[in-house]
């Protein structure tokens, strides 16, 4: 019998305001931490006040981490980013897509969802402004209407200015 694990991958892509792709991160893993577990609990047990994906949040992480990478959190007890002013983008801006077994999007729930968010022009900085620099992101839920994180990663340095357009994606497989 094979073991099926709940686990994340994630791919950010950056195009140039001339279309072209000057970034592409290919797919990585990222964490499923306990909060998205106690979530998905919630969800079973039918709790009227449990809610999926509400939001991505998109940090600053710690600069320390470009020369000296950060040691992987404990999935068991990270609940926030490190960054307290994180960049959020609501529910209503990411899209959500159930995929088959062979990633093709499809409209019958399957036990893997793509999350995409799309920062265009102007976000989350202007052009105008310094690049807002990226080192970490997380999805979350609510529960009782506190914040759960579900999925969680850090990652290298990734300096996004007001002009380029970003594409994160993150796929669970449940």
């Known amino acids: 019998m094979s073991h099926i694990t709940i686990k994340g991958i994630y791919r950010d892509r950056l195009w140039a305001p001339d279309g072209r792709l000057v ?3 290919d797919w990585r893993s990222n964490m499923v931490v306990l909060r998205g577990r106690q979530l998905l609990a919630g969800f079973m047990k039918n709790e009227p006040t449990a809610r999926g994906i509400q939001v991505m949040k998109i940090g600053r992480g710690l ?5 000296v990478p950060p040691a992987a959190p404990d999935p068991k007890t990270i609940t926030q980013l490190v960054d307290p002013t994180p960049f959020s983008v609501p529910a209503p801006n990411v899209t959500l897509t159930y995929l088959s077994d062979i990633d093709v999007p499809v409209v019958q729930v399957t036990n893997r969802l793509q999350v995409t968010a ?4 102007g976000m989350p900085t202007p052009a105008s402004d310094p690049p807002f620099p990226m080192r970490e992101f997380g999805l979350f839920g609510q529960l009782n209407g506190t914040d759960f994180m579900i999925d969680y990663i850090r990652h290298p340095l990734i300096e996004k200015d007001g002009l380029v357009t970003m594409e994160r994606k993150v796929r ?3």
């Open 23 to 25: 970034f592409d991160s």
């Open 63 to 67: 600069a320390s981490w470009d020369t």
């Open 118 to 121: 799309l920062l265009g022009p």
């Open 172 to 174: 669970l497989i449940f």
